[in-house]
């Protein structure tokens, strides 16, 4: 009686499958976000390159020229000398 119902109920299950795992069914195309690629800035050098050189990205957002810039490490006390050769200015983007 066991192994009646057991047959039973999984033959009702593989029908149950059949039905419902057999449709013929759309498949959705991914859909593709197309990116605009924006052309690369280039990058300007200031000062000099070296070993112990600091590489920093830099916007000039203040409305003004720029004719001086200094960048300090976090552990020093004193600001050190202006980084733009003279004469150099740096434009407002």
Known sequence: MKRKLIRMFGLALCVGIGITGCGDKEKEEP???EVQE???EKLRVIGTEGDNAYVIQFTN???QKLTGLSVKAS???EWPENI???GEVMEDK
Request: charged residues 35%; negative net charge; without cysteine.
């Open 38 to 40: 924006e052309p690369e």
């Open 75 to 77: 552990g020093t006390d």
């Open 61 to 63: 957002a203040s409305g």
């Open 84 to 86: 733009l050769a003279g």
């Open 31 to 33: 859909k593709v976000k």
